[in-house]
T-cell receptor, first 113, second 112 residues
Framework: DQQVKQNSPSLSVQEGRISILNCDYT??????FLWYKKYPAEGPTFLIS?????DKNEDGRFTVFLNKSAKHLSLHIVPSQPGDSAVYFC????????????FGAGTRLFVKA | EAGVAQSPRYKIIEKRQSVAFWCNPI?????LYWYQQILGQGPKLLIQ????????DSQLPKDRFSAERLKGVDSTLKIQPAKLEDSAVYLC??????????FGEGSWLTVV
């Protein structure tokens, strides 16, 4: 069973525009959510996170929004840059300590110059 | 600060052979994870250690996979015997115990 779902395998965006990556989850016990970015032949790297007590967290060009009632979160990248082209993984965990961190299948973002 | 180190980077073996992967976490990180990432899928947790104790190994195929973390630092993941479906990237990661996990570059396994 997929507890964390990223339904869009890929997304193509023009440089300078907004990229919106979506993620849905089913486990109501999840209370911490993270986004990771992965370049080819490298391990995933942490990008941004959000606790379930918040509905928005912003870090520079990256903003994560959390809608707990819909069990949905999204990552906004504004403005998108060619260097943002990568695979983005949504992840969710229960409590602190990264216990049972579950990853989605990823969305490949292409930012066209 | 040095990142998570893994070796070997690439390994090709025949089915039914054995393979071992090594991981050295970030210094001071008490929590260590092994993830399996099959092409086109997200990383799947195989085992999580807290120091040298196992926190979660519910998704580790224990008939063929084993992992240990002696002395609470380095860790090895072994597969014996390997099957074709074990072809994947094996990612080691570590953390201080918080929610942010730091990954190594991964060990790519091809079983033929």
């Amino acid at each position: 069973d997929q507890q964390v779902k990223q339904n869009s395998p890929s997304l193509s965006v023009q440089e300078g525009r907004i990229s919106i990556l979506n993620c849905d989850y089913t486990n109501s016990m999840f209370d911490y959510f993270l986004w990771y970015k992965k370049y080819p032949a490298e391990g995933p790297t942490f990008l941004i996170s959000i606790s379930s007590i918040k509905d928005k967290n912003e870090d520079g060009r990256f903003t994560v929004f959390l809608n707990k009632s819909a069990k949905h979160l999204s990552l906004h990248i504004v403005p998108s840059q060619p260097g943002d082209s990568a695979v983005y993984f949504c992840a969710a965990s229960e409590g602190t300590g990264g216990f049972k961190t579950i990853f989605g299948a990823g969305t490949r973002l292409f930012v066209k110059a | 600060e040095a990142g998570v180190a893994q070796s070997p980077r690439y390994k090709i073996i025949e089915k039914r052979q054995s393979v071992a992967f090594w991981c050295n976490p970030i210094s001071g990180h008490a929590t260590l994870y092994w993830y399996q990432q099959i092409l086109g899928q997200g990383p799947k947790l195989l085992i999580q250690f807290q120091n040298n104790g196992v926190v979660d190994d519910s998704q580790l195929p224990k008939d063929r996979f084993s992992a240990e973390r002696l002395k609470g630092v380095d860790s090895t993941l072994k597969i014996q015997p390997a099957k074709l479906e074990d072809s994947a990237v094996y990612l080691c990661a570590s953390s201080t115990g918080g929610n942010t996990i730091y990954f190594g570059e991964g060990s790519w396994l091809t079983v033929v």
